[in-house]
C-alpha cells in the first residue's frame, strides 16, 4: 500500500492546525510588542565601559569637555 | 491521538476548542476589564493595555473551559447548554480539563509578566474562584449559588483597574459590586422563565428550593441593593454627569421592573408566557452595558477637558 501523502485525517485536522498556527504567530508577535515596549520605557541606560555618565572623582576634569 | 482509522466519527475542528472559552461571556469580561483599565487615572501604554485585556480574556475563557469540563454532565440535561462541545460529544472532557488548566498558568503568568502581579494574583483567585468554589462546589449545593457565581464575573473590572493602577481602589470595590449585585436578579428572572431546565438539571436554583414567590422578593431586594451601590459609585472620581444620568434613570427603570415581578403572581405570568420577566432579563443586559458604558463615556470627556 502506498504512503499519501495526504490522509483524510490531515484534511479534516486542517483547520486545527491553521488555528494552532496563527495562535503561535500571533503569541510571538505579542511577546516581540511587548519586549519592545518594556525595554523602550526603561529611557536611556547607562553601561560600565561607556565615559559618558561616567562618575568623575572630585578635582577630576570632565575630559568630554 | 494515535488512531489514524478513516471512520473516526468526528473531528473536532478550531472552532469546537474555542467554544469551550465561552466566547459570549467573555465579550463581557472584555468589555468590563476595559472599562476598568481606561477609567483608571494612570496612563498604561496602549499596547500593554491590549496584552492585559487578551490575557483576562484568555483566563476567563479557561475557567470557562474548567467549567464545561466539570458541569458536562448538567450540560448534556439542560436545553440552553446541551449543544456545549463536551456535552455534544465534539471534544473530550480530559481536553477541556487539559485547555483550560494551560490557559490559565499561562494567562495568569502573561498578564503577570506584561503588568503587575496584584492584578496576575486577582485572575488567578477569579479563575480558582470560578471553577473550584462556584462551579464544583457551591453551584450544586446552595441556593445561593448565583450570587457566588457572581463574584466571579464581577472580578475583570478590578483586574482592569489593578492591571493599571497596581491597586486596589473605591472605584474598582464599587465596580465590583455592581456586577456583582446585578448578577442575581439578572439569573433569577432567567431561572423563571426557564423553569424546567434547572429543575431537570437538579441544580439548587433559588425557584426549585425556596419557590418562585421566594425569588421574586429577592429580585426586588437586590435590585434595592443594587441601586444603592450603583448610585455610590457616581459619587467617586471616575464617574461624571454622563454616568449620573445613567445610573438615575436605569436604576429607576430596574426597581419599577423589579417591583412589577414582585407584585406579580404565577397566574400572571403564566397568563402572559412571562412577558415581564422577559423583558426584565433583557433590560438587565442594557443595564450593565450602559453603565459601564457611561463610565467610558465620562472617561471620554475628562480626557478631552471637558469636564
Known amino acids: 500500500m502506498a504512503i499519501r501523502t495526504e490522509h483524510a485525517l490531515h484534511r479534516s485536522r486542517r483547520s486545527r492546525n491553521v488555528g494552532v498556527g496563527l495562535v503561535l504567530v500571533g503569541f510571538i508577535a505579542i511577546i516581540f510588542g511587548l519586549t519592545v515596549v518594556k525595554v523602550e520605557s526603561l529611557g536611556e541606560t547607562d553601561s560600565f565601559d561607556q565615559i559618558r555618565g561616567g562618575v568623575l572623582l572630585p578635582g577630576e576634569e570632565d575630559p568630554l569637555k | ?307
Not at chain 2, 496584552?51 to 484568555?58: G, Q, R, S
Not at chain 2, 434595592?224 to 429607576?252: H, K
Open chain 2, 1 to 307: 491521538m494515535t488512531d489514524i482509522s478513516a471512520d473516526r466519527p468526528y473531528e473536532a475542528q478550531f472552532g469546537d476548542y474555542f467554544a469551550l472559552l465561552k466566547p459570549r461571556v467573555m465579550s463581557l469580561v472584555v468589555f468590563t476589564a476595559l472599562v476598568g483599565l481606561l477609567v483608571a487615572p494612570v496612563d498604561l501604554h496602549p499596547f500593554v493595555g491590549f496584552c492585559a485585556i487578551l490575557f483576562i480574556a484568555v483566563g476567563g475563557g479557561a475557567s470557562g473551559a474548567l467549567n464545561m469540563w466539570w458541569d458536562a454532565d448538567i450540560d448534556a440535561v439542560m436545553r440552553r447548554t446541551r449543544r456545549r462541545p463536551v456535552p455534544s460529544g465534539r471534544v473530550a472532557g480530559d481536553e477541556a480539563l487539559a485547555i483550560g488548566i494551560a490557559l490559565s498558568g499561562f494567562a495568569v503568568v502573561m498578564l503577570g509578566l506584561a503588568t503587575n502581579w496584584l492584578a496576575a494574583g486577582l485572575l488567578a483567585f477569579t479563575i480558582f474562584f470560578y471553577a473550584v468554589v462556584y462551579s464544583m462546589w457551591l453551584k450544586r449545593s446552595t441556593p445561593q449559588n448565583i450570587v457566588i457565581g457572581g463574584a466571579a464575573g464581577a472580578f475583570p473590572p478590578m483586574i482592569g483597574w489593578a492591571a493599571a493602577t497596581g491597586s486596589i481602589g473605591i472605584e474598582s470595590v464599587l465596580m465590583f459590586a455592581l456586577i456583582f449585585l446585578w448578577t442575581p436578579p439578572h439569573f433569577w428572572a432567567l431561572a423563571l422563565f426557564m423553569r424546567s431546565d434547572y429543575d431537570d438539571a437538579g441544580v439548587p436554583m433559588l425557584t426549585v428550593t425556596h419557590g418562585r414567590r421566594t425569588t421574586r422578593r429577592h429580585i426586588l431586594a437586590y435590585t434595592a441593593v443594587l441601586a444603592v451601590f450603583a448610585l455610590g459609585l457616581a459619587t467617586t472620581s471616575v464617574a461624571g454627569p454622563v454616568y449620573l444620568a445613567v445610573a438615575v434613570a436605569m436604576n429607576l427603570w430596574f426597581l419599577k421592573g423589579a417591583w412589577t415581578i414582585f407584585r406579580r403572581d404565577e397566574d400572571m405570568a403564566e397568563a402572559d408566557n412571562f412577558a415581564v420577566e422577559r423583558a426584565f432579563f433583557r433590560f438587565s443586559l442594557l443595564y450593565l452595558f450602559l453603565h459601564f458604558g457611561a463610565l467610558l463615556g465620562d472617561a471620554a470627556l475628562r480626557a478631552a477637558g471637558i469636564v
